[in-house]
């Protein structure tokens, strides 16, 4: 083995030893999916300061941390600024390829470059050449380093030429694009574009919300967290991933659990004289960790846009055989919304919501985005910088190997599912009512 692979290759060791040890601590597999990401995978996912942003990128990641709490991943992330096929500040393609995709012995690879590969200028023939050939090649030295990978071939996302005075550069991404997807077609490998998403959102938010439209992507190339959801959603989808994170039904004039999905109900109980119904709940995943509704416009508007909860965020809560009227839910003792008895009738999602399964949610996501930090300081000390091209001691590697093995530990148990107390109560006096 090379002495540049070394480093990468003990850390993978050491990611694997820490999902060993956190999957021991975790319950019964989940259920057999059509989801293109399984249990033991190892991901990588490379590209350009788009994807250093570690947002669609983490994102991905969040997903199958919350929606398989047992499963065992391996993600690394290998995105650098101003990256193109030719490489850039952390070294050329060859390199980049050897250090930074090939150690992690990935069986899944996504990879999106293109924003700086036609230098911000109106399409050009030769530059576009340029790219291509690089593109091919590239392609090319990630399958014969990784036989049998599964690649994920990412058109370009969007310059925003639609909320701003175009500059048709994002004519070139959109070309950028169409070359990959040849490519897949090629190489027989995945392909996905994240132009037309996002356009297509850009597109909806400047028709609705004309005052955000150009909040979305501030510097029309590093989209913000809305968009990334979308861009991470494209690629959720594509690979299949299933929307629900749990749903269940009880009759709350007989008292119990009627359907459960992805979830467990025991103790249903009726209070006649209150008419107050109480239930404990198990929940097998957690919903996104998305901001809560209404408290972050410009996100939101993208989400809405995208139609993200709806494709990827399903918490169903659905009470039948209450009483007209309105009703208090609470988790744990703690308020959460209140509902009209025809609203719980019909299935309320609370994935947005105060619940504790959201805060769990977010408390893992602040975990994943400790460790993104960690191994981005990892990379570093593996790759040098531009004043300091040496690599770190290694000890100093090795140490910070640890930190992020640790890290990987927390994530995990961060994940697992814990017992919820429902509870719902009439509402005596005036209050808003969510669904009424």
Sequence with gaps: MSEIAKPAALYATLLLSALSFASAQTAAPAANIDFAIHDGDRVVLYGDSITDQRLYSTFIEEYVLTRFPTWKVQWTQSGVGGDKVSGGAA???????????????????????GMNDGYYRPPNAAVQKTYQDGYGSMVDTIINGAPGVKLTLIGPSPYDDITQPTL???????????FDRKEADRTRQGFLDFNAPVVDVLQKVKAAHPDLA??????RVHPGEGVHWVMAAAILKAWHAPSLVSSVTIDAHAAKATDVQ???VTDVKREKKTDELQWTEIENALPLPLPLSATDPVTDAALDAGGIVAALDQEMLTVTGLAAGSYTLTIDDQSVANFTADALSHG???ARMTTPMLRQSQTLAWETDHRNELERQLFTL???THEHPEAAPMPEQQAMEQAVASSIEQQQKDAQPTTHHFALKPVKSAATVTGS
């Design 382 to 384: 593996v790759a040098g």
């Design 168 to 178: 048709h550069y994002n004519e070139v991404m959109q070309a950028y694009s169409e």
């Design 262 to 264: 992805n979830a467990s």
């Design 91 to 113: 070294g050329p393609i060859d390199l980049r390829i050897q250090r930074d995709i090939l150690p992690y012995r990935p069986n899944v690879v996504t990879v999106m470059l």
């Design 214 to 219: 150009s909040r979305l992507i501030p510097d």
């Design 348 to 350: 309320v999602n609370l």
